[in-house]
Protein backbone atom coordinates (compact mmCIF):
# COMPACT_ATOMS: atom_id res chain seq x y z
CA UNK A 1 0.00 0.00 0.00
CA UNK A 2 0.87 3.47 -0.87
CA UNK A 3 1.96 5.72 1.98
CA UNK A 4 -1.25 7.86 1.35
CA UNK A 5 -3.48 5.34 1.27
CA UNK A 6 -1.89 3.62 4.57
CA UNK A 7 -1.97 7.24 5.90
CA UNK A 8 -6.35 7.58 4.96
CA UNK A 9 -6.55 4.12 5.93
CA UNK A 10 -5.26 4.33 9.35
CA UNK A 11 -7.29 7.23 9.84
CA UNK A 12 -10.12 5.21 10.60
CA UNK A 13 -12.68 7.95 9.43
CA UNK A 14 -16.26 6.54 9.09
CA UNK A 15 -18.84 7.93 6.96
CA UNK A 16 -21.77 7.60 8.65
CA UNK A 17 -24.62 9.76 7.24
CA UNK A 18 -25.40 10.78 3.46
CA UNK A 19 -27.89 13.66 2.42
CA UNK A 20 -28.97 15.10 -0.87
CA UNK A 21 -31.44 17.89 -1.00
CA UNK A 22 -32.84 20.12 -3.44
CA UNK A 23 -33.17 23.98 -2.14
CA UNK A 24 -35.19 26.70 -3.73
CA UNK A 25 -35.58 29.97 -3.23
CA UNK A 26 -33.28 31.29 0.08
CA UNK A 27 -32.13 28.85 2.41
CA UNK A 28 -29.19 29.06 4.92
CA UNK A 29 -28.11 26.05 7.13
CA UNK A 30 -24.83 25.54 9.97
CA UNK A 31 -23.51 22.64 10.14
CA UNK A 32 -21.82 21.23 13.61
CA UNK A 33 -18.40 20.03 12.96
CA UNK A 34 -16.94 19.16 17.03
CA UNK A 35 -15.36 15.93 15.98
CA UNK A 36 -16.32 15.40 11.97
CA UNK A 37 -15.48 16.77 8.28
CA UNK A 38 -17.00 15.59 5.31
CA UNK A 39 -18.17 16.74 1.45
CA UNK A 40 -20.30 19.12 0.65
CA UNK A 41 -20.68 18.18 -3.30
CA UNK A 42 -23.14 20.98 -5.44
CA UNK A 43 -24.54 18.53 -8.20
CA UNK A 44 -27.31 21.29 -9.45
CA UNK A 45 -26.92 24.99 -9.21
CA UNK A 46 -24.87 27.37 -6.96
CA UNK A 47 -24.61 28.16 -3.34
CA UNK A 48 -22.13 29.81 -1.04
CA UNK A 49 -19.79 28.47 2.06
CA UNK A 50 -19.37 31.07 4.95
CA UNK A 51 -17.07 30.06 7.78
CA UNK A 52 -15.71 32.59 10.39
CA UNK A 53 -12.44 33.59 7.64
CA UNK A 54 -14.15 33.79 4.20
CA UNK A 55 -17.09 33.15 2.03
CA UNK A 56 -16.56 30.53 -1.13
CA UNK A 57 -18.73 30.38 -4.19
CA UNK A 58 -19.54 27.10 -4.77
CA UNK A 59 -20.66 26.03 -8.56
CA UNK A 60 -21.90 22.84 -10.09
CA UNK A 61 -19.56 19.99 -9.85
CA UNK A 62 -17.20 22.06 -6.84
CA UNK A 63 -16.61 20.02 -3.96
CA UNK A 64 -15.93 21.42 -0.74
CA UNK A 65 -13.96 19.36 1.77
CA UNK A 66 -13.90 20.29 5.27
CA UNK A 67 -10.77 18.62 7.43
CA UNK A 68 -10.29 19.80 10.27
CA UNK A 69 -13.98 20.17 11.65
CA UNK A 70 -14.41 24.08 11.01
CA UNK A 71 -18.12 25.03 11.89
CA UNK A 72 -19.37 26.66 8.45
CA UNK A 73 -23.01 27.67 6.48
CA UNK A 74 -24.13 26.63 3.70
CA UNK A 75 -26.38 29.33 2.23
CA UNK A 76 -28.42 30.72 -0.82
CA UNK A 77 -27.14 34.18 -0.76
CA UNK A 78 -23.59 35.68 1.00
CA UNK A 79 -25.83 37.23 3.35
CA UNK A 80 -28.48 34.83 4.06
CA UNK A 81 -29.64 33.89 7.38
CA UNK A 82 -28.98 30.05 8.54
CA UNK A 83 -30.87 27.82 10.91
CA UNK A 84 -28.23 25.57 13.38
CA UNK A 85 -28.19 21.86 12.67
CA UNK A 86 -27.87 19.87 15.49
CA UNK A 87 -26.46 17.49 13.18
CA UNK A 88 -26.73 16.65 9.43
CA UNK A 89 -29.81 14.43 10.63
CA UNK A 90 -31.99 17.28 10.23
CA UNK A 91 -30.79 18.36 6.87
CA UNK A 92 -32.72 14.80 5.91
CA UNK A 93 -36.17 16.13 7.95
CA UNK A 94 -36.50 19.55 7.57
CA UNK A 95 -38.82 21.75 5.56
CA UNK A 96 -36.96 24.66 4.11
CA UNK A 97 -39.10 27.88 3.85
CA UNK A 98 -40.37 28.31 0.44
CA UNK A 99 -41.92 31.96 -0.83
CA UNK A 100 -45.88 31.42 -0.90
CA UNK A 101 -47.21 31.01 -4.89
CA UNK A 102 -49.43 33.38 -6.21
CA UNK A 103 -52.98 32.85 -5.52
CA UNK A 104 -54.59 31.05 -8.04
CA UNK A 105 -57.09 33.26 -9.20
CA UNK A 106 -54.31 35.78 -9.82
CA UNK A 107 -52.51 33.83 -12.11
CA UNK A 108 -54.34 33.80 -15.23
CA UNK A 109 -54.39 37.37 -15.54
CA UNK A 110 -50.31 37.75 -14.63
CA UNK A 111 -49.59 34.67 -16.20
CA UNK A 112 -46.67 36.09 -18.21
CA UNK A 113 -45.34 37.86 -14.83
CA UNK A 114 -45.79 34.55 -13.31
CA UNK A 115 -43.63 32.71 -15.77
CA UNK A 116 -41.18 35.45 -15.58
CA UNK A 117 -40.34 34.90 -11.87
CA UNK A 118 -40.50 30.90 -12.13
CA UNK A 119 -37.24 31.70 -14.48
CA UNK A 120 -35.84 33.66 -11.98
CA UNK A 121 -36.10 30.86 -9.21
CA UNK A 122 -32.62 29.12 -8.45
CA UNK A 123 -32.68 25.30 -7.58
CA UNK A 124 -29.65 24.33 -6.03
CA UNK A 125 -28.79 20.74 -5.31
CA UNK A 126 -26.10 19.47 -2.41
CA UNK A 127 -24.94 15.85 -1.54
CA UNK A 128 -23.27 16.43 2.18
CA UNK A 129 -21.84 13.32 3.54
CA UNK A 130 -19.92 13.63 6.62
CA UNK A 131 -16.55 11.61 8.19
CA UNK A 132 -16.64 11.06 12.02
CA UNK A 133 -13.15 11.37 13.43
CA UNK A 134 -12.30 9.05 16.22
CA UNK A 135 -11.02 10.08 19.13
CA UNK A 136 -7.55 9.60 19.57
CA UNK A 137 -4.00 11.24 18.08
CA UNK A 138 -4.66 12.47 14.38
CA UNK A 139 -1.88 11.66 12.04
CA UNK A 140 0.05 15.27 11.78
CA UNK A 141 -0.80 14.69 7.63
CA UNK A 142 -3.65 16.20 8.35
CA UNK A 143 -3.12 18.83 10.81
CA UNK A 144 -0.67 20.39 8.21
CA UNK A 145 -3.77 20.17 5.46
CA UNK A 146 -5.62 23.43 4.98
CA UNK A 147 -9.21 23.66 7.47
CA UNK A 148 -11.27 23.98 4.15
CA UNK A 149 -10.44 22.59 0.50
CA UNK A 150 -12.56 23.56 -2.26
CA UNK A 151 -12.14 21.40 -5.53
CA UNK A 152 -13.58 23.50 -8.44
CA UNK A 153 -15.53 21.50 -11.44
CA UNK A 154 -13.97 24.14 -14.10
CA UNK A 155 -10.42 23.57 -13.12
CA UNK A 156 -10.86 19.58 -12.93
CA UNK A 157 -10.23 18.41 -16.53
CA UNK A 158 -13.46 16.67 -18.63
CA UNK A 159 -13.47 12.95 -17.81
CA UNK A 160 -11.17 12.94 -14.57
CA UNK A 161 -12.33 10.42 -12.54
CA UNK A 162 -13.34 13.32 -9.45
CA UNK A 163 -16.42 13.96 -12.06
CA UNK A 164 -17.01 10.45 -12.38
CA UNK A 165 -17.01 9.65 -9.22
CA UNK A 166 -19.63 12.32 -8.45
CA UNK A 167 -21.81 11.26 -10.94
CA UNK A 168 -21.73 7.89 -9.48
CA UNK A 169 -22.45 9.21 -6.03
CA UNK A 170 -25.75 11.08 -7.39
CA UNK A 171 -26.80 8.44 -9.00
CA UNK A 172 -26.63 5.93 -6.05
CA UNK A 173 -28.39 8.33 -3.69
CA UNK A 174 -31.02 7.59 -6.03
CA UNK A 175 -30.89 3.70 -5.48
CA UNK A 176 -31.54 1.43 -2.55
CA UNK A 177 -30.16 -2.40 -3.56
CA UNK A 178 -27.19 -2.75 -1.82
CA UNK A 179 -26.52 1.12 -2.26
CA UNK A 180 -25.08 1.48 1.51
CA UNK A 181 -21.85 -0.65 0.75
CA UNK A 182 -21.69 1.17 -2.90
CA UNK A 183 -21.69 5.11 -1.22
CA UNK A 184 -18.92 3.92 1.77
CA UNK A 185 -16.60 3.04 -1.38
CA UNK A 186 -17.30 5.76 -3.62
CA UNK A 187 -17.12 8.35 -0.47
CA UNK A 188 -13.64 6.69 0.69
CA UNK A 189 -12.73 6.96 -3.49
CA UNK A 190 -13.62 11.26 -3.38
CA UNK A 191 -11.94 11.31 -0.13
CA UNK A 192 -8.41 10.18 -1.67
CA UNK A 193 -8.78 12.07 -4.66
CA UNK A 194 -9.99 15.20 -3.40
CA UNK A 195 -6.51 15.29 -0.75
CA UNK A 196 -4.31 13.78 -3.86
CA UNK A 197 -5.68 16.60 -6.11
CA UNK A 198 -4.99 19.26 -3.62
CA UNK A 199 -1.13 18.25 -3.03
CA UNK A 200 -1.07 17.79 -6.86
CA UNK A 201 -2.16 21.63 -7.50
CA UNK A 202 -0.39 23.03 -4.28
CA UNK A 203 3.69 23.73 -3.82
CA UNK A 204 4.86 21.89 -1.24
CA UNK A 205 6.84 23.11 1.78
CA UNK A 206 10.34 21.99 2.32
CA UNK A 207 9.56 20.00 5.34
CA UNK A 208 6.50 18.42 7.50
CA UNK A 209 4.51 15.25 5.84
CA UNK A 210 2.63 17.39 3.56
CA UNK A 211 6.00 18.28 2.00
CA UNK A 212 7.09 14.46 2.40
CA UNK A 213 5.56 13.90 -1.07
CA UNK A 214 8.12 16.39 -3.19
CA UNK A 215 10.89 14.15 -1.93
CA UNK A 216 10.51 10.39 -3.61
CA UNK A 217 13.28 8.75 -1.84
CA UNK A 218 12.24 9.85 1.76
CA UNK A 219 8.49 8.46 0.28
CA UNK A 220 10.33 5.35 -0.58
CA UNK A 221 11.48 4.57 2.62
CA UNK A 222 8.77 5.29 4.44
CA UNK A 223 6.55 2.81 2.41
CA UNK A 224 9.40 -0.01 3.20
CA UNK A 225 8.77 0.89 6.57
CA UNK A 226 5.86 0.96 7.02
CA UNK A 227 5.11 -2.44 5.02
CA UNK A 228 6.90 -4.34 7.28
CA UNK A 229 7.66 -2.08 10.61
CA UNK A 230 8.97 -5.38 12.19
CA UNK A 231 11.69 -5.69 10.06
CA UNK A 232 14.98 -4.95 12.06
CA UNK A 233 15.38 -2.31 9.36
CA UNK A 234 19.08 -0.24 9.62
CA UNK A 235 19.51 3.18 7.95
CA UNK A 236 22.21 1.45 5.43
CA UNK A 237 19.77 -0.98 4.32
CA UNK A 238 17.24 1.33 3.68
CA UNK A 239 20.00 3.64 1.75
CA UNK A 240 20.96 0.60 -0.07
CA UNK A 241 17.38 0.03 -1.17
CA UNK A 242 16.76 3.63 -2.42
CA UNK A 243 20.02 4.21 -4.11
CA UNK A 244 21.29 6.81 -1.25
CA UNK A 245 23.86 6.87 0.99
CA UNK A 246 23.28 6.69 4.57
CA UNK A 247 24.48 10.53 5.34
CA UNK A 248 22.24 11.92 2.55
CA UNK A 249 19.18 9.97 3.75
CA UNK A 250 19.69 10.48 7.24
CA UNK A 251 20.11 14.13 6.03
CA UNK A 252 16.65 14.39 3.81
CA UNK A 253 14.65 12.19 6.33
CA UNK A 254 15.24 14.31 9.29
CA UNK A 255 14.75 17.49 6.93
CA UNK A 256 11.16 16.32 5.97
CA UNK A 257 9.95 15.21 9.48
CA UNK A 258 12.38 16.73 11.95
CA UNK A 259 13.22 12.98 13.31
CA UNK A 260 15.93 10.62 12.51
CA UNK A 261 14.85 7.13 11.18
CA UNK A 262 15.22 5.24 14.00
CA UNK A 263 13.23 6.93 16.45
CA UNK A 264 10.65 7.41 13.65
CA UNK A 265 10.89 3.70 13.44
CA UNK A 266 10.16 3.27 17.23
CA UNK A 267 7.37 5.72 17.85
CA UNK A 268 5.86 4.00 14.65
CA UNK A 269 6.06 0.66 16.65
CA UNK A 270 4.74 2.00 19.99
CA UNK A 271 1.82 3.76 18.07
CA UNK A 272 0.95 0.21 16.73
CA UNK A 273 1.07 -1.29 20.16
CA UNK A 274 -0.98 1.57 21.78
CA UNK A 275 -3.65 0.70 19.74
CA UNK A 276 -3.53 -2.96 20.02
CA UNK A 277 -3.24 -2.28 23.82
CA UNK A 278 -6.86 -1.31 24.20
CA UNK A 279 -7.54 -4.85 22.57
CA UNK A 280 -8.98 -7.12 25.99
CA UNK A 281 -8.12 -9.88 24.00
CA UNK A 282 -4.25 -9.42 23.77
CA UNK A 283 -1.74 -9.83 26.28
CA UNK A 284 1.00 -7.07 26.38
CA UNK A 285 3.73 -9.79 25.79
CA UNK A 286 1.66 -10.76 22.38
CA UNK A 287 1.24 -7.15 21.49
CA UNK A 288 5.27 -7.28 21.55
CA UNK A 289 5.85 -9.46 19.57
CA UNK A 290 3.81 -8.22 16.82
CA UNK A 291 4.69 -4.73 16.88
CA UNK A 292 8.60 -6.32 17.03
CA UNK A 293 10.04 -5.95 20.27
CA UNK A 294 11.90 -9.31 21.93
CA UNK A 295 9.86 -9.00 25.18
CA UNK A 296 7.35 -7.33 26.97
CA UNK A 297 10.03 -5.61 29.26
CA UNK A 298 11.43 -4.02 26.27
CA UNK A 299 8.43 -3.12 24.64
CA UNK A 300 7.06 -1.39 28.46
CA UNK A 301 10.48 0.45 28.55
CA UNK A 302 10.39 2.06 25.09
CA UNK A 303 6.52 2.78 25.83
CA UNK A 304 7.25 4.85 28.93
CA UNK A 305 10.16 6.34 27.49
CA UNK A 306 7.53 8.05 24.83
CA UNK A 307 4.64 8.45 26.46
CA UNK A 308 6.14 8.87 30.22
CA UNK A 309 4.30 5.74 31.76
CA UNK A 310 3.99 2.41 31.57
CA UNK A 311 1.19 1.09 29.28
CA UNK A 312 -2.02 -0.20 30.84
CA UNK A 313 -4.88 -2.22 29.13
CA UNK A 314 -8.05 -0.51 29.30
CA UNK A 315 -10.23 -1.80 32.05
CA UNK A 316 -13.17 -3.27 30.97
CA UNK A 317 -16.66 -3.01 32.76
Same mark, same amino acid.
Given at each position: M &?? @??EILNQANWKNDLLV?? +?LTRNWGYRFPCERSGGFH $? !? +??GSCYARTDKEI $???E =?? &?ILFIVKGVHHDLVSSPKERVVPLRDINDLKNSKFIRQASLDESNKNSINKKNSSLDKQIVTTSIVSIRYEVPDGSIHPFFLELPSIIHVKSKEISFGHPIHTTIEMISQEMESSVGSDLILQRLTDILLYYTIR =?? @?ESNPYPESGWVGVFRDEKVIA !? @?? @? $?HKDSTHNWTIESLANSVGLSRASLAFRFKKSLGITINDYIVKLKL???KNLIHDSEISLEEVSRRVGYSSAFAFSKAYKRIYGQAPRKRKVS
Open positions: &DL @LSKR +T $I !V +TM $ITL =RG &D =RW @L !V @LE @L $IEKG
